[in-house]
């Protein structure tokens, strides 16, 4: 019987024990993870606080009390800066004006156009408007030279219907004007080479 007892007694304690050893156990292994996150929120807590001086130090920099000479200083040079972006704007524009093609005048389009058609340049055609500015300078030796006059002659002989009819009543109302200043004034050389230009054109149409 009191073996018995001693046995159960000793199964007891034994069970007691081997709890105790693992709260124990327990107990150790709660307090070893505090202690390894313990100094990860230490280093969190103290980039925070780095960070937020990082921060009040560059908010301190942007905005500095600064002396009336040193706001003057700054004044001209932003100035500077403000000149020179200016004049880097301006000599762009210029590039860009440079670089577009020129835009040729009536006179210059009308007598390639005359030049075209007396070459038989395989790309020449018909063009309303420089035939148009031909037949209204043609008396004009500054706007279509003597060197171009006899093409343009030759030009005139194909003129058909209205177009030659209109042709050369102008020619004979131009002369009959030249005539009359002519006579008034005495010989001008510049009447006397439009004269000119206007009787061949008339002994050509007419």
Excluded at 145 to 167: C, D, I, K, M, V
Excluded at 178 to 204: C, F, I, N, T
């Amino acid at each position: 019987m009191c073996v018995h007892k001693e046995t159960r007694m000793t199964k007891q304690k034994r069970k007691v024990s081997e709890m105790i050893e693992k709260k124990k156990k327990k107990l150790k292994k709660v307090s070893v993870e505090e202690t390894l996150l313990a100094p990860e929120a230490t280093i969190d807590h103290k980039e925070t606080h780095l960070q937020g001086e990082a921060v009040c130090t560059v908010v301190q920099d942007s905005d500095p009390e600064l002396s009336p000479e040193e706001k003057r200083v700054l004044e001209r040079k932003q100035k500077k800066e403000r000149k020179k972006e200016e004049r880097q704007r301006l000599r762009k524009a210029s590039v860009t004006t440079k670089n577009l093609p020129t835009r040729r005048s009536g006179a210059e389009l009308a007598l390639d156009y005359l030049c075209g058609w007396a070459q038989k340049h395989k790309d020449w055609r018909f063009q309303k408007t420089r035939q148009t500015w031909l037949l209204l300078h043609m008396y004009d030796s500054d706007k279509v030279p003597n060197e171009h006059f006899p093409s343009l002659l030759a030009y005139l002989e194909g003129l058909q219907g209205r177009a030659r009819e209109l042709t050369v009543q102008k020619a004979e109302a131009l002369m009959l004007e030249l005539d009359e200043e002519a006579g008034a004034g005495g010989p001008d050389p510049l009447l006397l080479g439009k004269a000119e230009r206007v009787r061949q054109v008339l002994q050509l149409l007419s």
